[in-house]
């Protein structure tokens, strides 16, 4: 039986893959009903990626992208990064699956229609199936290299308009990992 989270905390160090530096992946699993809709802002301050997710099983789902969760992020979070999943990508074939959608006039989302929706997002999109466990690792695996070179992208411009001082770029004064010979350091990567 599906139990819909409220505010759920994951924390983990893995290792980004082209530079095998390590980093601090914070996921919140944010409440999507409505009665959350005023707490859920509080969420996107220092957001550094969004995982925009709806499930291929059920259309109105991708609807909901769209209507209700590209908008608000666009709103709090205008420039942070986004990648949008197609959960439950195991169902797209399923014939009980597509037999129910059936009665309701409906099929599942294709791959077609998530891409169309990322296009529309300016996302990456992506599949998976926690079931099968596939495609789950690849989604964590961009979104790390997704954040870490779009800091660097970041901080290349701040480089540009600032002045240089006594110890040099600004990368190597803030320490991030894989900009301007930085030590070694943790990177935390809160993603929504």
């Known amino acids: 039986k599906y139990v819909p989270t409220v505010f759920e905390n994951y924390i983990t160090y893995p290792t ?6 390590t980093v601090e992946l914070a996921l919140w699993d944010t409440a999507g009903q409505e009665e959350y809709d005023r707490l859920r ?16 099983d059920c259309p109105n789902s991708l609807d909901n992208v769209m209507d209700k969760w590209y908008p608000e992020v666009l709103h709090f979070c205008p420039y942070t990064p986004l990648i949008l999943v197609g959960l439950k990508s195991d169902l797209r074939y399923k014939k009980t699956c597509i037999e129910m959608l059936k009665t309701q006039g409906l099929t599942p989302v294709t791959r077609e229609q998530g891409m169309a929706v990322a296009q529309k997002m300016n996302a990456q999109y992506m599949e998976c199936s926690s079931k099968e466990m596939k495609g789950v690792d690849e989604i964590f695996d961009q979104a790390l290299v997704t954040v870490v070179a779009n800091d660097r992208r970041n901080l290349e411009s701040q480089e540009a308009a ?14 991030i990992p894989g900009v301007g010979g930085a030590r070694k350091k943790r990177r935390k990567c809160p993603m929504l």
């Not at 980004?16 to 530096?21: A, N, R, S």
């Not at 802002?41 to 291929?56: G, H, K, Q, R």
């Not at 600032?162 to 320490?175: C, D, E, H, T, Y």
């Open 16 to 21: 980004h893959p082209p530079t095998g530096k």
């Open 41 to 56: 802002p509080l969420s996107y301050p220092e957001t550094d990626l969004i995982f925009v997710c709806f499930a291929i």
């Open 162 to 175: 600032a002045p240089k001082n006594r110890r040099g770029s600004i990368a190597g004064q803030l320490n």
